[in-house]
């Protein structure tokens, strides 16, 4: 059973930073490559980032580029999102995706979910 938890969200002021983490389970994660999705209020669920399974490939969306930066650590399972210069936009639930596919500047949603951290930026 694939479990993807994730952590780190919270309040901040914009101009901020926060680190997302997503700890997984049950799944090859050395091999999978991972991303990261948002849902802001209203909105539908968009891509962020992604990772290939060596880091050797990133995608970003165009909205995050230069301000969040997706790593990984396959000795732990475990994904991060570092925020930065967080801005009011940014506000969502952001999900953790094992299975993410594409390239370039086209990102696709992989198999597995987890259950998402709230992420708010006062202005």
Not at 47 to 69: C, H, M, Q
Request: aromatic share 12%; proline share 1%.
């Amino acid at each position: 059973q694939v479990q993807l938890v994730e952590s780190g969200g919270g309040l901040v002021q914009a101009g901020g930073s926060l680190r997302l983490s997503c700890v997984a389970s049950g799944l090859t994660f050395s091999s999978s490559t991972m991303g990261w999705f948002r849902r802001a209020p209203g909105k539908e669920r968009e891509f962020v980032a992604a990772i290939s399974w060596n880091e050797d490939i990133t995608g970003y969306a165009d909205s995050v580029k230069g301000r969040f930066t997706i790593s990984r650590d396959n000795a732990k399972n475990t994904v991060y999102l570092q925020m930065n210069s967080l801005k009011r936009e940014d506000t969502a639930v952001y999900y953790c995706n094992a299975g993410t596919y594409g390239g370039g500047r086209s990102w696709h949603q992989g198999d597995y979910w987890g259950q998402g951290t709230q992420v708010t930026v006062s202005s």
